[in-house]
T-cell receptor, first 114, second 110 residues
């Protein structure tokens, strides 16, 4: 399965600022997914990022708040914009590998907004 | 967002006991996946199920894909301390998105 490197692993940010999270995969993948995991909760899909096209956002998530880049088949970034304490969560990227039969996750970015 | 109903929410068991957890959905899925998440880590895939009725084992873990394609269970036999963690089921939708269950927090006491 693919190996995902996600950076930063954690950060503490001031409210009103923005943080960009990077996700690097060791193989080319068509689809990359960004998830949010709020404290003590399950994972919720934010958006799907395909190379060469706009990301597709799930209900409740908008591009202005969570802009995503997907410049090539091995890399994506998620920005959390104009942060507030409610954005404190773990953000994870995931890729679909093994011809769609497996989903691998990065180790996550633990974000705390103060 | 949509989530699957997973039960129990938490379990506190003694080492050596067997564990069973399940997941139900109002929607049909083509694939069911079971993940384990340790603190500070992303979820790690334990078992993947691709066909209705499929029963698959991975060491002490056994999972089944329900015949109706709306449910799945995971069993852990002879639990050990390193089984501690949060277990999530996930269903793969026709649009290749994963929908996650609410999670089962497992605690194993020696």
């Amino acid at each position: 399965s693919a190996v995902i490197s996600q950076k930063p692993s954690r950060d503490i940010c001031q409210r009103g600022t923005s943080l960009t999270i990077q996700c690097q995969v060791d193989s080319q993948v068509t689809m990359m997914f960004w998830y949010r995991q709020q404290p003590g909760q399950s994972l919720t899909l934010i958006a799907t990022a395909n190379q060469g096209s706009e990301a597709t956002y799930e209900s409740g998530f908008v591009i202005d708040k969570f802009p995503i880049s997907r410049p090539n088949l091995t890399f994506s970034t998620l920005t959390v914009s104009n942060m507030s304490p409610e954005d404190s969560s773990i953000y994870l990227c995931s890729v679909n590998t093994d011809r769609g039969r497996g989903y691998t996750f990065g180790s996550g970015t633990r974000l705390t907004v103060v | 967002g949509q989530q699957l109903n997973q039960s129990p929410q938490s379990m506190f068991i003694q080492e050596g006991e067997d564990v069973s957890m399940n997941c139900t959905s109002s929607s049909i899925f083509n694939t069911w996946l079971w993940y384990k998440q340790d603190p500070g880590e992303g979820p790690v895939l334990l078992i993947a199920l691709y066909k209705a009725g499929e029963l698959t084992s991975n060491g002490r873990l056994t999972a089944q894909f329900g015949i109706t394609r709306k449910d799945s269970f995971l069993n852990i036999s002879a639990s050990i301390p390193s089984d501690v963690g949060i277990y999530f089921c996930a269903g793969r939708s026709v649009t290749d998105k994963l929908i996650f269950g609410t999670g089962t927090r497992l605690q194993v006491f020696p």
